[in-house]
């Protein structure tokens, strides 16, 4: 069954350095979400695409971080600088444009120090 | 911003008990999904209610729509010690949204 890629899985930084993460949505799903996830809370939406144009970025803080889905496939979010605030899990989502149920990759859980 | 509240935040019962979360919009809600994440795990989607009144069953899951599309609820009958996790309700409010609000969720334990 086709899966979500996301990497890496963990990843420890220091606060004030630059951060990335790759998802590699399921082979044809055009919606591709990010989404962070603080420990006992629901994933919280940062930015939804639709191929390679962003819907929404609403609530992604455009100070630090930034979006891109280049040629509407895999995508990377980037934290730069990355703040104490900012350790979660980043979730990473995709779905067809005729279903509505999200795929969820496995996350990256960012711990910055 | 629409808001979707789940209650209880935990929930802890024996095995062989039911359980019952409970998810209420702010907002009239297009659908509602229902998602489980284990724990150390990623939410794993569980179903799509769309309709008014809307009851849906897997196995010993039940989940119900309520009439004006503000609430939903996911019950458990006879909880097992493999429904341990976190449940979360997502409301969707246009239809041709694609993004989803997610609730805090109801985190299950379930003692053997």
């Known amino acids: 069954e086709a899966e979500v890629a996301q990497s890496p899985r963990y990843k420890i930084t220091e606060k004030s350095q630059a951060v990335a993460f790759w998802c590699d949505p399921i082979?044809?799903?055009?919606?591709l979400y990010w989404y962070r996830q603080i420990l006992g809370q629901g994933p919280e939406l940062l930015v939804q695409?639709?191929?390679?144009?962003?819907?929404?970025d609403s609530q992604l803080p455009k100070d630090r971080f930034s979006a891109e889905r280049l040629k509407g496939v895999d995508s990377t979010l980037k934290i730069q600088p990355a703040e104490l605030g900012d350790s979660a899990m980043y979730l990473c989502?995709?779905?067809?444009?005729?279903?509505?149920?999200?795929?969820f990759g496995p996350g990256t859980r960012l711990t910055v120090t | 911003g629409q808001q979707v509240m789940q209650i209880p935040q935990y929930q802890h019962v024996q095995e062989g008990e039911d359980f019952t979360t409970y998810c209420n919009s702010s907002?009239?809600?297009?659908?509602i999904q229902w998602y489980k994440q284990r724990p150390g795990g990623h939410p794993v989607f569980l179903i799509q209610?769309?309709?008014?009144?809307e009851v849906k069953k897997q196995k010993r899951l039940t989940f119900q729509f309520g009439e004006a599309k503000k609430n939903s609820s996911l019950h458990i009958t006879a909880t097992q010690t493999t429904d341990v996790g976190t449940y979360f309700c997502?409301?969707?409010?246009?239809?041709?949204?694609?993004?989803?609000?997610f609730g805090k969720g109801t985190k299950l334990s379930v003692i053997p």
């Open positions: 209610l769309v309709k008014s009144g």
């Open positions: 989502a995709s779905t067809t444009t005729t279903r509505y149920e999200q795929y």
């Open positions: 997502a409301g969707r409010t246009g239809a041709g949204s694609y993004q989803l609000t």
């Open positions: 695409f639709q191929d390679e144009s962003v819907v929404d």
């Open positions: 082979s044809g799903h055009a919606t």
């Open positions: 907002t009239t809600l297009s659908n």
